[in-house]
């Protein structure tokens, strides 16, 4: 599969197609990917950081997991949100290659790989983690990988808790490059949601705020709703 599916859709019927028109996508990628924070790559777009912020209101998350970090600064801005909403919680954030020039006392890098969170993530660590529990999935935006973070971290959510699935808009990016995704993201939500029916809920109310999935992760940010 080259393109994505124009009838992709999740269990509940909803499309993966974003009312954001490919041109201004395009223009607003080009932005990310120059985006940091304090000085450090953070690579994220405008809308989903605000988007977070809601989430992080809402949520008020005691432990932020991060696969895929980069050069560490979109575990410092979550760090730094979570200060500034009154939450002492922490950071862990997880990369084959995570930095070593950022010291936090909020933050901790792990080497892992995303698609073997178990050699990283492992049960004793699991249960010392506060909870509620926030899971960013930014690593590969391959199926395989997406997958096995959603199969992962299935075993371990409770009742309530958020895993965001990164960047399923390479679907609707233009180019050779996003091609190459093969729709990996959306693809891994609607195939998990459809193993998964009914323990997890897109919300709607966060990929629609801005305008039908105006996100970088359509019906990609999903809510934990049973056991």
Request: proline letters at 6%; a neutral charge; glycine letters at 8%.
């Given at each position: ?51 977070y ?15 895929g ?21 922490r ?9 070593t ?127």
């Amino acid at each position: 599969m080259t393109e994505q599916s124009p009838d992709l859709k999740s269990p509940c019927g909803r499309s993966f197609k974003s009312s954001l028109a490919a041109e201004a996508l395009l223009a607003m990628q080009t932005g990310v990917l120059r985006m940091t924070y304090r000085g450090r790559i953070c690579a994220k777009s405008p809308l989903d950081m605000a988007l977070y912020l809601l989430l992080l209101d809402r949520l008020r998350p005691q432990t932020v997991i991060e696969i895929g970090a980069k050069r560490g600064g979109s575990a410092l801005w979550f760090a730094d949100m979570q200060s500034a909403a009154g939450i002492n919680g922490r950071v862990i954030s997880i990369d084959r290659q995570p930095p070593t020039d950022l010291a936090d006392p909020r933050i901790s890098f792990f080497t892992g790989d995303a698609a073997a969170l178990e050699q990283t993530l492992t049960p004793d660590m699991l249960a010392k983690l506060p909870r509620p529990w926030l899971i960013s999935e930014d690593s590969a935006h391959t199926f395989a990988v997406c997958l096995a973070v959603l199969r992962f971290f299935d075993k371990h959510m409770k009742d309530g808790e958020y895993i965001v699935i990164e960047d399923g808009i390479v679907s609707d990016l233009p180019g050779k490059l996003y091609r190459g995704y093969k729709d990996g993201p959306n693809r891994a939500v609607t195939e998990f949601l459809s193993e998964r029916r009914g323990k997890y809920a897109i919300d709607a109310e966060l990929c629609d705020h801005f305008g039908y999935n105006a996100t970088y992760n359509p019906n990609g940010w999903l809510k934990r709703i049973g056991a």
